[in-house]
């Protein structure tokens, strides 16, 4: 498997000849010239998860990809053929078994309205098992081989991302996303200490790197 961090939330899966992009946002371009994709993720409606404003002519580029979203994200974005799912529902997608958990975006505040929020776990024959949770700490499946770690966001503290790494039964490898809001002195520090206090290997990509896992 090779995945590849194109900025925030946004991670290109590469595996067994299926190309899948999650998260396509506003705080990152990286994405907007990519073709061939098999399939777009959509964990849910945030603007920095998916951008209003390049996303649909990104799903136009690539007529052949499958395009799954949360239950609510037409209400910000408009993309055309996209399936909304809910949580505990599985599909394939290419070479991936994919299933979504979760459910609702973390609390931000008790006087903003939560919306909907799906994370994903992707799996092939051979390969490690991802899991993306978009904007949420609540569910922690199994087996999970690589972490799409969220680092930092208005809605957790870093006692939380700590606590759900545990949860998860400590991945061996985490790839920090959910960055943008930090310096890179911030990001430093938060990788350092959840690298000690949980034992997962953090793998940076920052700037569209790759890695195969």
């Given amino acids: ?8 939330a946004c991670l290109l899966v590469e595996a067994a ?3 899948v992009l999650i998260d ?8 907007h010239r990519l073709q061939q994709l098999d399939g777009i993720l959509i964990t849910h409606q945030h603007p920095d998860h998916v951008d209003p404003e390049h996303a649909p002519a990104l799903v136009e580029a690539n007529p052949g990809a499958q395009v799954v979203t949360a ?3 037409h209400q910000a974005v408009e993309l055309p053929g996209a399936q909304a799912l809910g949580p505990g529902e599985q599909f394939t997608l290419g070479s991936f078994e994919v299933e979504t958990v979760g459910g609702q975006h973390a ?3 008790d006087d903003i ?16 098992v991802l ?19 969220p680092l930092m966001g208005p809605w957790a503290a870093m006692k939380e991302h700590v606590d759900f790494v545990r949860a998860l039964q400590v991945p061996p490898h985490s790839i920090p996303i959910h960055d943008e809001l930090l310096s890179d002195r911030g990001r430093g520090l938060l990788s ?8 997962t290997e953090i793998v940076s990509q920052r700037g569209g790197a790759s890695r195969e896992f």
């Fill in 1 to 8: 498997m090779r995945i590849t961090h194109l900025g925030h």
């Fill in 17 to 19: 000849g299926t190309r």
């Fill in 24 to 31: 396509p946002g506003s705080f990152s371009d990286q994405w």
């Fill in 71 to 73: 239950e609510d994200v």
């Fill in 107 to 109: 609390v931000i505040h």
């Fill in 113 to 128: 309205p939560r919306i909907r929020n799906l994370g994903y776990l992707l799996r092939a024959a051979g390969e490690p």
């Fill in 131 to 149: 899991f993306h949770p978009g904007d949420a700490l609540d569910a922690a499946p199994e087996g999970v081989d690589v972490l799409a770690l």
């Fill in 192 to 199: 350092r200490q959840i690298a000690q206090l949980t034992g």
